[in-house]
């Protein structure tokens, strides 16, 4: 006999069916709700609850410390260090590249900035090893092409960087990020030099004739002819022996689309290098605890430096242009007129250059005692000034070698070069005449 209160069989039947529905129905609501919930929502629920700068700088750290970890336990670590020194080309550059995309997405805008700047050497570094380990080829000038937009690439990101930081960031974030900055674009300018150095090397025998002794050295060759018992293959005519064997016997072609490239990195360095150096001036003067006249000067004084080394090479590339010109006569009689006859042709096209860069070199001393002095507006404006005369003397050195390095004579022609050093508020030989 069933007990007094006791629910029925069919009335017990009915609600376990019930509430196992509603047990159900509860589950799956949890469940979709569990995923609805992902890592944009995590984002956005910090965004509410958090500063923006609080999200930025700590979690964005905290989740490269998370992807370390899972690359440690990955084994990706062995990889990734076999990696740094792969070149264009190679398959692990692939891991490389990758590598670093992962360390900019994931650090904070500060530290993203400095890494661009690092970046930049290392895209100058693989530039250099390009240049050296391999022929000159089509597909070498491809690859030097490439690194170079990536270099400018990563300067042009740290430009971005150090904008942004200025406008938006802290003054200590910004300097801090310039020093760094401007210490990898004058380190990229090094290593762009020496690379150039390399694809025109100092002791290319250039020979070349102005046109203002053309004249006069074919009349005094004439007369030695006439006073010489011996046949010359160069007689009436200035002669010159060219060395069309380049650096590495490249085609012209693609020897001049890799100055190219080198000239463009090298441009894109000194800019980076000059928009670190005035964030820093201007940092100093809006917070000078944030940017100590140590630091300013320090950074001033590597760029004079810097300045100068490649005022030292412009001059070492007109000594050589002197030191390797040679006549190309068979006779020993003409051969010694040749040499007296073309040494004076090629001073006269030079020492207009050489004066130039001794010139600037007063210049130069000007900016050093400004920045001595802590006139680093001063200091920067002379600077410009002496770079502008050195850039000019590049240009042309650079016209008197493309001449000697692409002419081949024997003993019949005469090279005209008409060599122009013209700056703005300054002579032809760099002498100041603006006032």
Known sequence: MRGAGSPRPEWLKANRDILLMQVKNSIRTEVKETRVWN?????QFLDVILPARTVYYVVRPAVAVMLIVGMMFGGWVTTVSASYNSLPGEYLYAVKMATEAVQVAVAPKPVETKLHAEFAVRRAQEVAQIVSKTESSPEKVKKVEATVKSLQKELDSAKGGLKDLKENGSKSD??????????KAVEVQRVIEQTKNQVSPANTPVVVVTQATAAAAKDALNAVNKESTSSTTGAGIVGASANTNTASSAPVKELSALKESLKSAGVAAEDASAKAIQVLVDTHKEDKQSV?????????DKKIQSVEEKMQSVNSQLQSIVATSTPAGSSTAVNRSETKILEKAVEKVVEPVRQTTENAKSTLQEAKDMAQSQNFDGALSKLQEVKDI?????????????VGSTSTFAGVGVVEVKVEVEVEGRDAVGKDVSK
Do not use: R
């Open 174 to 183: 910004a300097a801090q990020a310039a020093k760094v900055v401007g210490e």
């Open 39 to 43: 890592t944009e929502n995590l984002w």
């Open 292 to 300: 100590s006249s140590a630091d300013v000067k320090n950074a001033v």
């Open 390 to 402: 050195v850039k000019a003397a590049e240009v042309s050195v650079e016209k008197i070698q493309t």
